[in-house]
């Protein structure tokens, strides 16, 4: 079994920074990529940041600046450092792990950004 847990999220001021971290354990084999994603209410997942196992990281344009994707291969860990934070950027974000034939997504941690 592999399971991604997931912390970091909460609420936080526009403008304000917030650092989501994944940790993936059990049988996960080799790890090709790591990523985060997100879903607002009524709108589709969509990809925030990934990393591959090379380190070679692609970030979505609505991020590029404001985010920085980070990864300890030893622990199999994600960090998502957030900045600039929007109320735009308010929604679950998922942890995902892509090893060769699947796909382990987190549960989900809530970020929301108000004043």
């Known amino acids: 079994q592999v399971q991604l847990v997931e912390s970091g999220g909460g609420w936080v001021q526009p403008g304000g920074s917030l650092r989501l971290s994944c940790a993936a354990s059990?049988?996960?084999?080799?790890?090709?990529?790591m990523g985060w994603y997100r879903q607002a209410p009524e709108k589709k997942r969509e990809l925030v940041a990934s990393?591959?196992?090379?380190?070679?990281?692609n970030y979505a344009d609505f991020m590029r600046g404001r985010c920085t994707i980070s990864t300890d291969n030893a622990r199999n860990t994600v960090d998502l450092q957030m900045n600039s934070l929007k109320p735009e950027d308010t929604a679950v974000y998922y942890c995902?792990?892509?090893?060769?034939?699947?796909?382990?997504w987190g549960k989900g941690i809530l970020v929301t950004v108000s004043s």
């Open positions: 995902l792990v892509f090893v060769s034939g699947a796909n382990y």
């Open positions: 059990g049988s996960i084999g080799r790890i090709l990529s």
């Open positions: 990393i591959s196992n090379s380190g070679n990281t």
